[in-house]
């Protein structure tokens, strides 16, 4: 059974750093893409950054040049990470991960990250 469990969300300073860690476990194979999206109170899901199995990476506009998605994978486990440097305010929201493997795409519970000022 895949599972899907992020982490490193609460609290941070305007200006300050936070980074992200999601886990996926459960799967045979690798994921195709991964990505972390996050939904702001009283707004949609929008994306936030997606990284391809080669590498390929993409970012909202909002987040260029401040975010920085990665990944480390074990045998048993792929971790991706957001890392986010300089945060506002407006990042304040609840961020979830994803992972496609094979025709599924797994969504993890999310994470909470509050940005104060």
Known sequence: QV???ESGGGLAQAGGPLRLSC??????ETP???G???QAPGKQQTMVALLARGGTTRYA?????RFTISRADTAYKNTTYLHMWNLKP???AVYY???AIG???YWGQGTQVTVSS
């Open 3 to 5: 599972r899907v469990a």
């Open 23 to 28: 886990a996926i476990t459960g799967n045979t």
């Open 32 to 34: 195709t893409t991964r």
């Open 36 to 38: 972390w999206y996050r």
């Open 61 to 65: 506009e909002s987040v260029k040049g």
């Open 90 to 92: 407006e990042d304040t």
């Open 97 to 99: 991960c994803n992972g």
């Open 103 to 105: 025709p599924t795409l």
